[in-house]
């Protein structure tokens, strides 16, 4: 058994969308789709400082977890928001801090 399964199946997913999101890299990427307004089927790496199987690896992640979607056109792959995950993770970490953030216990910081 793995310690990650002793937690709440919540608890793990806000974990694994943390760790998904860990890299400024991708929320590069994230930030870029959201400002192109579009999908984009040309080159990340192309406005990303990164080479492109850097970019690529990085795509990879934030597809595993379903921020993006990648479908393939021709020899191109078209890149998308995926906005209901999104909504998703974001209620979830709203949840999350809403629930502590009501402690009772206060401190100076």
Do not use: W
Not at 54 to 72: A, D, F, N
Not at 98 to 104: H, M, N, V, Y
């Amino acid at each position: 058994m793995i310690k990650k399964d002793n937690f709440e199946k919540d608890l793990q997913e806000l974990a694994d969308f943390g760790k998904a999101i860990s890299h400024p890299a991708r929320l590069a990427i994230l930030k870029f789709l959201a400002e192109s307004n579009t999908c984009i089927s040309g080159d990340i790496s192309d406005h990303i400082p990164l080479s492109r199987t850097t970019v690529s690896q990085h795509l990879k992640e934030l597809k595993k977890i379903g921020l993006i979607k990648g479908e393939i056109d021709g020899l191109k792959v078209n890149y998308c928001l995926c906005n209901s995950t999104i909504s998703k993770y974001k209620q979830a970490f709203d949840f999350f801090f809403s629930e502590i953030e009501t402690s009772q216990i206060k401190c100076s910081c």
